[in-house]
């Protein structure tokens, strides 16, 4: 098949775009991160400037490029196509600071029961919107009385009409009480988001990752790994989630799925107490004592955690004491127990 190369000018970085697909589709698929945000050329959201070369708009020209935008070159990168090897000048998301959050109505179209104390709920954007977000992020869900709760995204970006959410169960919890047993397929909830610092760095692609998360901190991971697998990144991965009980890791089958189909996907799981349907590989006790158990020198990883506090607090200062460069840890922590889900850190430290 006939293909383009793009170059944009202000990183050097190229990709191809196959004949008759647009730029947005082409750059996104091979893990360039352009903005964007209607997807259908209406926004202007991925608006770029042609330096060399020719594009054409299939359809029409779009709506969000003015006849002067185009004498002057401008370009929508979500309708062009290529007609030719192109130099682009664009904005490339490289950081939290690049993507534009957002307030958005999302409708409840799924919500099903995954243990006994944690619901998924898979949410779909109005047609023609896309939430735009790096794979970690959290999303804020707006209540009454002006309050706000946050949950990691689960599902992988490239939804973007769609976002998953792991909603666990808290004794007293208004809101969590109301999605237990209130919030009915169909309803409409308030977002604002993308949120958070919590996403996979970039910066230094040769450091093996070893992953971490209790109980519903497995939610920004799992968007995270299928992010990474869905652009081929073979980065190697050791995943470990803990709970108090098998029956809490809610989707124990998803990875140890992935550490069957990939080589560079290992994983581990672990319970915090007592459990006779824990296997043999099973870790007894606290998750972040199974990656030290496993990991003694933990200089050469980069260490991704999500889940309470008190287990972020203790896994940062032992796994710093095992050589971990502060720099090199990242993580989400959030406090279950409260009715509010704060936010206590998003950053890395
Ligand atoms: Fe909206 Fe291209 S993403 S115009």
Request: contains cysteine; glycine residues 8%; hydrophobic residues 40%.
């Amino acid at each position: 098949m006939k293909q383009f190369e793009v170059t944009i000018v202000s990183s050097g970085k190229t990709f191809k775009v196959n004949k008759g697909e647009n730029i947005l589709v082409a750059a996104l698929r091979q893990g360039v991160m352009l903005p964007y945000s209607c997807k259908n050329g209406t926004c202007g959201s991925c608006k770029g400037k042609l330096e060399s070369g020719e594009v054409r708009y299939p359809f029409h020209p779009p709506l969000a490029l003015e006849n002067e935008d185009i004498a002057e070159g401008f370009a929508l990168m979500c309708q062009a196509e290529p007609v030719e090897d192109l130099e682009i000048r664009v904005r490339e998301i490289e950081a939290v600071r690049d993507i534009q959050v957002r307030m958005f109505p999302a409708r409840v179209v799924e919500k099903d029961l995954l243990a006994d104390n944690v619901v998924r709920l898979r949410l779909k954007l109005p047609a023609a919107q896309r939430l735009q977000f790096l794979a970690g992020q959290y999303i804020d869900i707006l209540v009454s009385g002006g309050k706000r709760r946050a949950f990691s995204i689960a599902s992988c970006p490239s939804l973007e009409n769609e976002i998953e959410l792991h909603i666990r169960h808290v004794d007293g919890g208004d809101f969590t009480g109301y999605v237990f047993d209130e919030l009915q397929v169909k309803d409409i909830m308030r977002l604002e988001g993308p949120q958070g610092n919590f996403f996979v760095r970039n910066d230094q692609p040769e450091r093996p990752m070893i992953m971490m998360g209790g109980g519903t901190g497995f939610a920004p991971l799992k968007s995270m790994i299928e992010n990474l697998l869905e652009h081929d990144d073979r980065r190697e991965i050791h995943l470990y989630w803990g709970a108090r009980s098998v029956a809490e890791l809610y989707l124990d089958q998803l990875p140890r799925m992935w550490a069957t189909r990939h080589d560079h996907i290992h994983y581990r799981n672990a319970v915090s107490e007592p459990d006779e349907n824990a296997g043999a590989e099973t870790f007894q006790g606290l998750v972040h004592e199974a990656v030290i158990a496993d990991h003694d020198d933990l200089s050469g990883f980069d260490v991704y955690m999500s889940g309470p506090p008190a287990m972020i607090e203790t896994a940062r200062r032992e796994f710093i004491e095992h050589g971990v460069p502060a720099d090199r840890l990242f993580y989400d922590s959030f406090e279950f127990g409260l009715d509010v889900p704060v936010r206590v850190l998003a950053k890395p430290h």
